[in-house]
């Protein structure tokens, strides 16, 4: 089972900053296989991210991915109010189990 | 636009069963691999099973195995989890989610509401 260790835990930043959210592989993920979702409280996650960096349909250009191997990143150029959540990486380029990551908190400094 | 809706959490026992729901609509659900992925109250994501699109192909997380099963009915768009020997740890909300491949190789492009299965006695 390939485990995913996100850091930091929190990040605390100001609107219009720049976050850098980091998720390590305990082994290589096939294929670029990794993907990046947003959670908000009460609601379900959101695909940002898939195949390491590709955005999903809808989401804005502000939020990028990239990496390789074992070490990917999300990077969000300018944080929006809307972007305070939590963010998980996970992978599914191997065989399963797929495995998340134990999430980033973004919150408002 | 596509929509999954969960229902069939509720407060059961432990050792008790329960079956989930995952109604489908507005897309073709028979082409489309599936999962289960739970949280626990204030905890992160946990993937627990996965159907390919045709049924022939099932795998379930370790915490699961020998406990739950993952089945779908095509003809009804519906993907169901079958919760046996239920324990306190099981929990969570549980989400079903629409793998962008037929299998488990997209990443998760569509996500249900989640239902809230607790284990309490």
């Known amino acids: 089972e390939i485990v995913l260790t996100q850091s930091p835990g929190t990040l605390s930043l100001s609107p219009g900053e720049r976050a850098t959210l980091s998720c390590r592989a305990s082994q290589s993920v096939s294929s670029s296989y990794l993907a990046w979702y947003q959670q908000t409280p009460g609601q379900a996650p959101r695909l940002l991210i898939y195949d390491t960096s590709t955005r999903a349909t809808g989401i804005p250009d502000r939020f990028s991915g990239s990496g390789s191997g074992t070490d990917f990143t999300l990077t969000i150029s300018r944080l929006e109010p809307e972007d305070f959540a939590v963010y998980y990486c996970q992978q599914y380029g191997n065989s399963p189990p797929l495995t998340f990551g134990g999430g980033t908190k973004v919150d408002i400094k | 636009q596509v929509q999954l809706v969960d229902s069939g959490g509720g407060v059961v026992q432990p050792g008790r069963s329960l079956r989930l729901s995952c109604a489908a609509s507005?897309?073709?659900?028979?082409?489309?691999?599936m999962h289960w992925v739970r949280q626990a109250p204030g905890k992160g994501l946990e993937w627990v099973a996965v159907?390919?699109?045709?049924?022939?192909?099932?795998y379930y997380a370790d915490s699961v195995k020998g406990r739950f099963t993952i089945s779908r009915d095509n003809s009804k768009d519906t993907l169901y989890l079958q919760m046996n020997g239920l324990r306190a740890e099981d929990t969570a909300v549980y989400y079903c989610?629409?793998?962008?491949?037929?299998?488990?190789?997209?990443?998760?492009?569509?996500w249900g509401q989640g239902t809230l299965v607790t284990v309490s006695s």
């Open positions: 507005r897309f073709t659900f028979g082409i489309y691999g």
């Open positions: 159907i390919w699109y045709d049924g022939n192909k099932k």
């Open positions: 989610a629409r793998d962008r491949s037929s299998g488990c190789y997209g990443g998760f492009d569509h």
